[in-house]
């Protein structure tokens, strides 16, 4: 410890033990309790300084600082420039300068004042760091739950999780043995945008509550579905020929300054988030490598909340297998209203079989081969026929092991859709009109002839009377 010298005034106190007197008695007119804090903190790694702050009344000729609870003050300094505050030194710290500090200050005319709140004073560094680990991963939606585990091969009793810039006071929790390392598992959740943010843990043993481990390696935890989803679009498309260049676009409402992409394989959250200021991700020049799910995120600078996650967008790398061939049954040319298969075959052991249409917005049409011996075909059967299939297709082959890497094109097949039995079925529909007109014709002929006829009799027995 270290401060100002001791005046006489100091010394005397001292001798007369005024520091250590009796704390519990109640005294009329007490001063104000006094408040402490650390500066610049109450965690300070090993060997570092630290100095501790007590702030009392200007009226205050003295103050002590009590370590542990003690009786006995550990130092006493004496306010400089009527100043309502003193500071105690520490100059480096150690496991003996950890512990729970408490002060208090005299008055001339009042005594002494009760003692401050206690201040728990930290040292770090003193064991091997443990680490930190987030289940199911540190990418969480909002109102989810997750779980963030603490361990160490070193006997730890107690684990401390501790968030940067929080305010809150660290969670400790009591450690238990599990598969030969000591373990403490903290729960979180349901989340919102206040968890959000980097954690660190610590360990510290029960004989020394206040000397902790070095801190873990930080552990960023990121929260998703704020905001509403972006959608994610591939330049030039997301068919992509082997070493042609490709960029992927993060689109979203106005206002957002940041976009990540991840690249995810089927269900499989996304570990990490680390986001951009351009919505636009350029991959370059693209191989066997690129292919895969991708989704995108927008959110806001300096902030651990994101957006909903994009619908999935598959990129699949063309080129990697020779092409297969595409054929029509019963042929190429077909009537409207009809059946036609298209054959997509590979001389190579390929299982899946994609058909795309040119210019058609609608996703790949795709088959898995259940039946693995040869011919290596699939069948997409098109019925019934109509004239919004009438276009140019292709067909691809790939392997179910690596679903996002395609063979290379097939040759184009042309489909044609007639009209003929549509014009047919028209020219039947307008015969049968006009045999319904022609009969109705008739019979609207034969009733006004039989409601004539009934007239002429009444006519000839007004004239005979």
Not at 240 to 261: H, I, K, M, P, Y
Not at 433 to 439: E, K, L, R, T
């Amino acid at each position: 410890m270290g401060g100002s010298a001791r005046t006489p005034t100091l010394t005397a106190l001292l001798c007369l033990g005024l520091c250590h007197g009796p704390w519990d008695q109640v005294q009329t007119g007490v001063p104000p309790k006094p408040s402490i804090w650390a500066d610049p903190g109450p965690m300070v790694t090993i060997r570092s300084p630290v100095t501790i702050w007590c702030q009392g009344t200007v009226q205050a000729d003295v103050y002590c600082l009590y370590k542990d609870k003690v009786s006995k003050p550990l130092d006493m300094e004496v306010p400089q420039d009527s100043s309502n505050k003193t500071s105690f030194s520490i100059e480096s710290m150690s496991s003996h300068t950890a512990g729970l500090y408490q002060c208090a200050y005299h008055t001339s005319w009042n005594g002494w004042s009760e003692r401050s709140d206690p201040l728990p004073l930290v040292v770090t560094g003193e064991f091997s760091a443990p680490s930190l680990s987030a289940h199911p991963g540190p990418v969480v939606a909002s109102g989810g739950k997750m779980s963030l585990s603490c361990s160490s091969e070193f006997t730890l009793n107690t684990f401390h999780l501790l968030k940067e810039g929080g305010a809150d006071r660290p969670r400790q929790m009591e450690s238990r043995s599990f598969r030969g390392r000591w373990q403490a598992v903290f729960s979180v959740g349901p989340m919102n945008t206040s968890h959000g943010g980097t954690y660190r843990c610590y360990g510290s043993s029960s004989s020394s509550p206040y000397v902790w481990s070095h801190p873990s390696d930080p552990l960023h935890l990121v929260m998703t579905g704020v905001y509403r989803e972006p959608s994610l679009l591939a330049q030039p498309g997301s068919l992509v020929l082997s070493g042609d260049n490709l960029t992927l676009q993060c689109l979203s409402e106005a206002g957002f300054d940041r976009f990540a992409l991840t690249k995810e394989k089927g269900l499989t959250h996304p570990q990490h988030i680390h986001g951009q200021h351009s919505p636009d991700f350029p991959l370059g020049h693209v191989n066997h490598t690129h292919g895969g799910q991708y989704r995108c995120y927008s959110g806001h600078n300096l902030s651990y909340a994101w957006s909903a996650p994009s619908a999935p967008l598959d990129i699949l790398i063309v080129g990697m297998y020779d092409k297969p061939s595409l054929s029509a049954q019963p042929g190429p040319s077909v009537s409207w209203g009809e059946k036609v298969t298209l054959l997509c075959r590979s001389e190579i052991w390929l299982d899946t079989f994609h058909l795309s249409k040119n210019g058609s917005l609608a996703p790949s049409l795709h088959l898995h081969l259940q039946d693995m011996a040869p011919p290596f075909q699939a069948n997409f059967t098109i019925s019934p026929v109509t004239s919004d299939h009438e276009g140019t297709y292709r067909c691809y082959g790939s392997d179910s092991t690596s679903p996002y890497l395609l063979s290379l094109p097939s040759d184009p097949l042309e489909l044609l859709v007639s009209a003929s039995h549509l014009q047919d079925y028209t020219v039947e529909n307008l015969i049968r009109m006009g045999v319904s007109a022609f009969i109705l014709l008739v019979l609207g002929i034969l009733l006004f002839r039989a409601c004539h006829s009934t007239r002429r009799p009444q006519d000839t027995a007004r004239r005979s009377l």
